[in-house]
């Protein structure tokens, strides 16, 4: 794709520049950034979103599924799993997307965004429909594994797509939002298990095999609509491609208005960037642990803290609601639906306070609330004076402020780190947190339910609320005002030049 010479030389940048920068070292002046951040909404953000965003709709999907259907995987006949093999079915999704998000983030920063959003949705939608044909402990775990290997590697290449196409002045309540919708996938997953463990609709030895179905079927829809979204001209403008990014920012353009604020008549900021090819590890390290050092703290706090309060309580909450307070398998669902509410309207209504408030109020308040939510309602819980509906109100109240919470964890790992290392840098952070908080909490919650003690149970949630409190804290205290700032503000490319 070409740009005439007209063009190039109306964005400050010579047609000579353009050709020579095609290779590495070489270095060329753009406004691109700049351009990409004065837009207002339009049609072609809402494309990003709905193509994109949906990522987390089948990571709700999944995770619903496998609590939702946790009571038929025990009754199965084919199966006979235990409260253990839950956990441990639970940990090596978990762990397939730690494995999936490390390798897939190293690919994304080094051949771009758009391949690699591809590949690994293939991955999930294979994976996800031979979930269906398990038939024993192994294969489930196997199947499991590699779905989330796709699903991990999703969060890599779309968060850095996401980051790296919306306003800065949208950035947050985006990022949240799309984040947030997770949870429309969770009351897909809730509803699917209502009707698919329903003996008077189906066998439930077939009804969870079809629901595992469902989300492969979705993820085709998906894959269709990702081909009319562009390679990021952010990544492009670095590796070697600067006519092609100015041809997708132009297209974009073309679809949308300059935002009200923008100063269209004032001559642009531009950046100097060398060309590179990829990005050596070396420097990834360096950029993390030296250069970046107390962002990296920040960042494995969040993501530690809101993985392991998450996983361990959702990958759980089936076998919480079935042990505990009686309800049947086919009825968990119903209780997931306020839960999923709590957790999608979160983002919604608190989202715009986190590119108004700030960054630093907004995590540090919603991380302290919903970690000391947890312990009151862990204690209640203790001492038996919540039923199962109570519960599920202390649930959808605590995950209202703990879904932004968990989003905004995500937003920082994306938006505080250079665009040479965005993607690895967020499958890092995700797979440290996740390996530490989220992979152990799943195991650990099945032994403590399977103890039959509310109060071993009770140790858990107090671990989980220790964690939110302590990353509050360290927000407050390292937090980067980073909001309606254009990314290269927050942080400048590795690439970039005086």
Known sequence: MTVPIEAQQREGISSEALSDAESAGRTVETDIPARLDRLG??????????????????????????????????????????????????????????????????????????????????????????????????????????????????????????????????RGWTDLVINGSFWIGAAIGAVLGIVLL??????????????FFAGAALGLVVFLMRFWIPESPRWLMIHGQPARALAIVADIERGATVHRDAATDAKLPTIRLRMRTHTPLTEVAQTLVRLYRSRTILGLGLMTAQAFFYNAIFFTYALVLTDFYGIAADHVGWYLLPFAAGNFLGPVLL????????????????????????????????????????????????????????????????????????ALAIAMFYAVGTAVGGIAGPALFGVLIDTGSRMSVFGGYLLGSALMIGAAFLAWRLCIDSERKPLEDVARPLAAVE
């Not at 429909?129 to 290997?149: D, E, Q």
């Not at 312990?375 to 109240?397: D, K, P, R």
């Open 351 to 422: 989202g715009r306070l986190f590119d108004t408030l700030g960054r630093r109020v907004m995590i540090t308040s919603t991380y302290f609330v919903s970690g000391a939510l947890l312990a009151i309602s862990g204690y209640l819980f203790s001492i038996g004076v919540l039923s199962a509906q109570t519960q599920t109100i202390a649930w959808m109240v605590i995950f209202f402020f703990a879904s932004p919470a968990a989003s905004a964890a995500y937003l920082t790992v994306s938006e505080t780190f250079p665009l040479e290392i965005r």
């Open 41 to 170: 909404w339009g049609k072609f953000h809402t494309l990003v979103v709905a193509a994109l965003g949906v990522t987390w709709i089948l990571d709700g999907l999944e995770v619903t599924l496998a609590g939702a259907l946790s009571g038929a995987l025990k009754d199965s006949p084919t199966l006979r799993f235990s409260n253990a093999d839950i956990g441990i079915a639970s940990s090596a999704y978990l762990a397939g997307a730690v494995l999936g998000a490390l390798f897939f983030g190293w690919l994304t920063d080094r051949i771009g965004r758009k391949k690699l959003f591809f590949v690994t949705l293939a991955v999930y939608l294979a994976a996800t429909a031979c979930t269906a044909f398990s038939w024993n402990l192994a294969s489930f775990a196997l199947f499991r594994f590699l779905t989330g290997a796709g699903i991990g590697g999703e969060y890599t290449a779309i968060n850095s797509t996401i980051q790296e196409l919306v306003p800065a002045r949208y």
């Open 198 to 211: 329903n003996p008077a609709v189906i066998d439930p030895e077939l009804g969870w095999r079809v629901a």
